[in-house]
């Protein structure tokens, strides 16, 4: 069983700062075997794509809506994986979903996301301005 569990979201001023943390619990290696990524839905908006890194490291993508201000990295000993937002604007505010996917590379996970295995619950980020 997997399970992803996403934090660190809250109220913060435009061009302030958060860290979201998604944290994978599952058994064995999964964790290093799983592109992840990070999602986000605006209230009436579809679901969008964020950032991905691949199971297998490299550079990490990114929405050219965030370039620039957001990184994305992941701990393989702590089974976690981050989104440094900086600069933020009013229009990030959303809930963010962590996601994951077997033997992924960023790319694919940018392009298919709405097929991804493995969900968190989100996370709400408010952006105020």
């Known amino acids: 069983q997997v399970q992803l569990v996403e934090s660190g979201g809250g109220l913060v001023q435009a061009g302030g700062s958060l860290r979201l943390s998604c944290s994978c619990a599952?058994?064995?290696?999964?964790?290093?075997?799983?592109?992840m990524g990070w999602f986000r839905q605006a209230p009436g908006k579809e679901r969008e794509f964020v950032a991905a890194i691949s199971w297998s490291g490299g550079s990490p993508l990114y929405a050219d809506s965030v370039k620039g201000r957001f990184t994305i990295s992941r701990d393989i000993a702590k089974n976690t994986v981050y989104l440094q937002m900086n600069s933020l604007k009013s229009e990030d505010t959303a809930v963010y979903y962590c996601?994951?996917?077997?033997?992924?590379?960023?790319?694919?996970?940018?392009?298919?996301?709405?097929?991804?295995?493995?969900w968190g619950k989100g996370t709400l980020v408010t952006v105020s301005s």
């Open positions: 996601g994951a996917s077997w033997r992924s590379t960023a790319q694919a996970m940018a392009e298919n996301y709405r097929g991804l295995t493995y």
């Open positions: 599952a058994s064995g290696g999964f964790f290093a075997s799983v592109g």
